[in-house]
């Protein structure tokens, strides 16, 4: 029996790639930079597996170059790179990364914040350049926390992790957006479910945790930055393309809203040049939420699991499209 063929699109750690490596014939693009789509489509040519990462398109051009290709395993929770419905269709089985890194996107989300509130990033950057001239009664005023209403978008597993820390440890009252209500944000933390346009009234800080998908793309533009409040913190650890960039960096220029924290941008990277970078009142993070030692090693753990399930044709321990198995690829 041959050992299958696994295209690793960059390098893992080695917690996920040893599992991998021991059962499977293993390609990893060995640059820093994403394998580019013609490369990626040459690589998984003749592949029973691929393990992507959300820099990688896994589409239907993609798929039908590869007829073996049994299981795509994202190393990520979030799959927008990744076209399911191509792949159940053509019975490619498609697995992620949930749980693991809840906590440390959470942990993010709230740094953000905190940093946008007080102006962090903004009065360290004056510091070292030179403009901390004394204490100053009027320097770098921020916004407080402290029983303040934090408005989650997205009331999913970090969404709740998110208004756990903030409900918690500021006491904020917590208001939210989902399909169906949350019992346990209900119950946990006092948390009311309420429409998009009175969270956005009310929150004094608003943080997105919705999926990128198309009724999501664009959710924020500039009419939803005017309904915001002029004190507001907007903070998004979720997807770039949610935003209307010039539409927000016009709300941070006008201070239609006050700050803003940003893990996620479009495109990633974002080039230096953008105007958001020039706004004292956004700080902007590489997208790093995950970006733990432990929560990357658990995320290759979950991948090499469900890259391993597929190819054997079992279930995938973290199964984003269960409704392929009838169609699966022998
Ligand atoms: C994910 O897993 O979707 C994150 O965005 C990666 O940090």
């Not at 533009?221 to 393309?241: D, E, I, W």
């Amino acid at each position: 029996m041959p050992r299958p063929k696994v295209f690793v699109a960059r390098r893992i750690p080695d917690e996920g790639l040893s599992a991998i490596a021991a059962a499977c014939d293993v390609d990893v693009w060995p640059d820093r930079l994403p394998p580019p789509p013609d490369a990626l489509r040459d690589r998984v040519r003749d592949c029973d597996g691929l393990v992507s990462l959300l820099t990688d398109r896994v589409d239907a051009a993609l798929l039908d170059a590869a007829p073996r290709l049994k299981v795509v395993s994202n190393f990520a929770v979030g799959f927008n790179n990744v076209d399911v419905p191509a792949c159940t269709q053509r019975g490619v089985c498609v697995g992620n990364t949930p749980g693991v890194l809840t906590d440390a996107t959470a942990d993010i989300a709230v740094t953000l914040l905190l940093n946008a509130a007080r102006r962090i990033a903004e009065s360290a950057a004056d510091a070292k350049a030179g403009r901390w001239l004394t204490w100053e009664p009027l320097g770098w005023l921020g916004q407080d926390l402290v029983g303040r209403t934090l408005g989650i978008v997205g009331m999913g597993r970090i969404g709740f992790a998110t208004a756990k820390r903030l409900h918690h440890g500021w006491g904020m009252k917590v208001i939210y957006t989902k399909r169906t209500p949350s019992a346990e944000a209900e119950q946990q933390l006092g948390a009311r479910r309420v429409e998009l346009d009175e969270l956005l009234a009310q929150s004094d800080y608003v943080s997105v945790h919705a999926d990128l998908n198309p009724t999501t793309k664009g959710l924020f533009g500039a009419a939803q930055f005017k309904q915001m409040k002029r004190t507001a913190v907007f903070v998004n650890t979720s997807r770039g393309p949610l935003v209307d960039q010039p539409a927000l960096a016009e709300a941070l220029r006008s201070g239609t809203i006050f700050a803003a924290g940003l893990d996620v941008t479009d495109p990633e990277p974002l080039p230096p040049e953008h105007e958001l970078y020039a706004l004292p009142n956004c700080v902007i993070a590489p997208h790093v939420a995950s970006a733990t030692i432990d929560t990357r090693n658990a995320m290759a753990r979950l991948c090499a699991n469900n890259l391993l399930a597929g190819v054997r044709g079992e279930p995938l321990p973290h199964w984003v499209n269960p409704d392929a198995a009838a169609a699966r690829r022998k």
